[in-house]
């Protein structure tokens, strides 16, 4: 069975889909039994409990959901349909490629943002229409790609998936143009441009002109990154990749604080 559960992870992984892999970490007689339910809803592996393992499929779906990485939940918050003796503690994992960052650009902006994004777990691509931009002297970090494009429609052709996002930081209209046109056709999580609003505003104008999808084009996040008040390329980069941090988690950007602000003015 273990092994089963490992060949499931490895297709998921391999396919870029999802799964919630259910372990029970207290039980009498089951610790340690594993299910892992896809994002299909098919089923490998057993709690050893029919019951339990139906009411782990129906809750696999809002798991994911979550955005969550880990979850500890037991039985009674479950279903309370399930037996008192019956009450083990299991832990929800979340099963998912990780994140990748596609960076369209390695100018300033580009390449700070490449070494942050690596620092945070991201698989990163670095892209660039100039071969002396991508070049193992100026990143020598090995786990960033380097991809020297002839052109991006070609370069972007394969950056597709659930779980990537890509942040168009080059060095100008024409050619965040053609580089936002075959990232739209790519279709990834989370696509944003670097820009002051009229030069963006322009792109995306030309690029809805050409046919782009109203609807398509309203998700993309120009200007990229959030409001922190960035001025040098490496504030830039951590406003680029706190809006992608921020989607990625669910997260609203706003200060931490402001609950306890919000709380004062209440009394």
Same mark, same amino acid.
């Given at each position: 069975m273990?092994r089963?559960?490992?060949e499931?992870v ?5 396919e ?7 372990t029970i970490?207290?039980?009498? /007689?089951?610790m340690?039994a594993k299910?892992l339910?896809?994002e299909?809803?098919?089923r490998?592996g ?9 009411a782990v499929?129906?809750?696999a ?7 969550a990485?880990t ?5 009674e918050e ?16 979340r099963? /998912? ?7 369209c ?5 580009g390449?700070?943002?490449a ?7 991201f ?10 931009f991508v ?8 786990g ?11 370069a972007?052709q394969r ?6 996002y890509?942040? %168009?930081?080059?060095?100008g209209h024409n &050619?965040?143009e &053609?580089c936002l046109?075959? %990232?739209?056709a790519?279709g990834p ?16 104008e030309?690029?809805? /002109?050409q046919?782009?999808?109203p609807?398509?084009l309203?998700e993309v996040?120009?200007p990229?990154?959030?409001d ?5 390329p /490496?504030?830039?980069a ?10 990625r988690?669910g997260?609203t ?5 402001a609950w306890r602000r919000?709380r004062?003015?209440?009394?």
């Amino acid at each position: 069975m273990s092994r089963l559960i490992i060949e499931a992870v490895e297709r998921v992984l391999q396919e870029n889909s999802r799964a919630a892999l259910a372990t029970i970490i207290r039980a009498p /007689e089951s610790m340690g039994a594993k299910i892992l339910i896809t994002e299909e809803g098919a089923r490998i592996g057993t709690l050893n409990d029919d019951a339990l393992d139906e009411a782990v499929a129906r809750y696999a779906p809002a798991f994911l959901a979550s955005r969550a990485e880990t979850k500890t939940i037991s039985v009674e918050e479950l279903s309370l349909e399930m037996e008192p003796e019956r009450n083990a503690l299991l832990m929800f994992e979340r099963i /998912e490629a990780e994140p990748r960052l596609v960076i369209c650009g390695a100018g300033h902006v580009g390449a700070h943002l490449a070494r942050l994004a690596r620092m945070l777990g991201f698989r990163t691509t670095l892209i660039d229409d100039r071969a002396d931009f991508v070049t193992r002297e100026r990143f020598p970090d090995t786990g960033i790609e380097l991809v020297a494009a002839r052109t991006w429609t070609e370069a972007l052709q394969r950056e597709v998936g659930r779980n990537v996002y890509v942040a %168009v930081v080059t060095r100008g209209h024409n &050619e965040d143009e &053609e580089c936002l046109r075959a %990232v739209l056709a790519a279709g990834p999580r989370y696509v944003g441009m670097i820009g002051s609003k009229r030069r963006t505003n322009i792109v995306l104008e030309r690029l809805r /002109e050409q046919g782009a999808s109203p609807e398509v084009l309203k998700e993309v996040r120009a200007p990229i990154g959030l409001d922190i008040g960035a001025v040098s390329p /490496e504030e830039v980069a951590l406003a680029i990749l706190s809006e992608i941090v921020a989607e990625r988690r669910g997260g609203t950007g706003a200060p931490l604080s402001a609950w306890r602000r919000s709380r004062r003015e209440r009394r």
